[in-house]
């Protein structure tokens, strides 16, 4: 298996932009994980899915922010409008219930985002 | 609520030493599970282990080794014979839910120098 694959790997846009990320994940996952990483705030999740249903959004920083999983091998992070402040590696990661064997969250290489 | 310390910010070893990174979670549930992660300089995150809260039993690795503790709520991972390839930054996690998801530590910075 390829693994967790997102696009882009970095994006630099303007502030007021809008900016969408891509998560692909591992095939047969159930769970997909949205987080962002900073130097201020660390790793922290934004919201996750279970069988392309959004289940928990309280990590979701504004309403600039929204994201779908329309299929069960695609999901996107949308930022409208972007803001200096959002500059962040956005990483995406899936895995099975915790409780079967693979249970770990595999995560993507992450996408660089710096909005100027 | 679900808490996890990394309280070493940097630790910098010469190749060749012993070197333990410390971790220390709070939690309110019987039924959770510890994770250390790596992000080397090239920034992904891989995976290292998982353990959860009812195997208390150490685990080795090759030159990794973990010791849990429920009595300290520590979970520490121990490298032996530490190499320049094991610079980065090590991160541990803990997850209390039916998901994957995870509650991070600030992350320890592991320079290892010739």
């Known amino acids: 298996d390829a693994g967790v694959i997102q696009s882009p790997r970095h994006e630099v846009t303007e502030m007021g932009q809008e900016v969408t990320l891509r998560c692909k994940p591992i095939?047969?996952?159930?769970?997909l994980f949205w987080y962002r990483q900073t130097m201020m705030r660390g790793l922290e999740l934004l919201i996750y899915?279970?069988?392309?249903?959004?289940?928990?959004d309280s990590g979701m920083p504004e309403d600039r922010f929204s994201a779908k999983m329309p299929n069960a091998s695609f999901s996107t992070l949308k930022i409208q409008p972007s803001e200096p402040r959002d500059s962040a590696v956005y990483f995406c990661?899936?895995?099975?219930?915790?409780?079967?064997?693979?249970?770990?969250?595999?995560f993507g290489q992450g996408t660089r985002l710096t909005v100027v | 609520a679900q808490k996890v310390t990394q309280a070493q910010t940097e630790i910098s070893v010469v190749e060749k030493e012993d070197v333990t990174l410390d971790c220390v979670y709070e939690?309110?549930?019987?039924?959770?599970?510890l994770f250390w992660y790596k992000q080397p300089p090239s920034g992904e995150l891989v995976f290292l282990i998982r353990?959860?809260?009812?195997?208390?039993q150490n685990e080795i690795s090759g030159r990794y080794s973990w010791n849990f503790q429920k009595s300290t709520s520590s979970f520490n991972f121990t490298i032996t014979a530490s190499q320049v390839v094991d610079s980065a930054v090590y991160f541990c996690?803990?997850?209390?839910?039916?998901?994957?998801?995870?509650?991070f530590g600030t992350g320890t910075r592991l320079q290892v120098t010739l």
């Open positions: 899915f279970n069988n392309n249903v959004p289940i928990d």
């Open positions: 353990r959860n809260s009812f195997d208390e």
């Open positions: 939690t309110r549930d019987t039924t959770y599970y």
């Open positions: 996690a803990l997850n209390t839910g039916t998901a994957s998801k995870l509650t």
């Open positions: 990661a899936s895995s099975f219930p915790r409780e079967q064997v693979g249970g770990e969250a595999f």
């Open positions: 095939s047969g996952h159930d769970y």
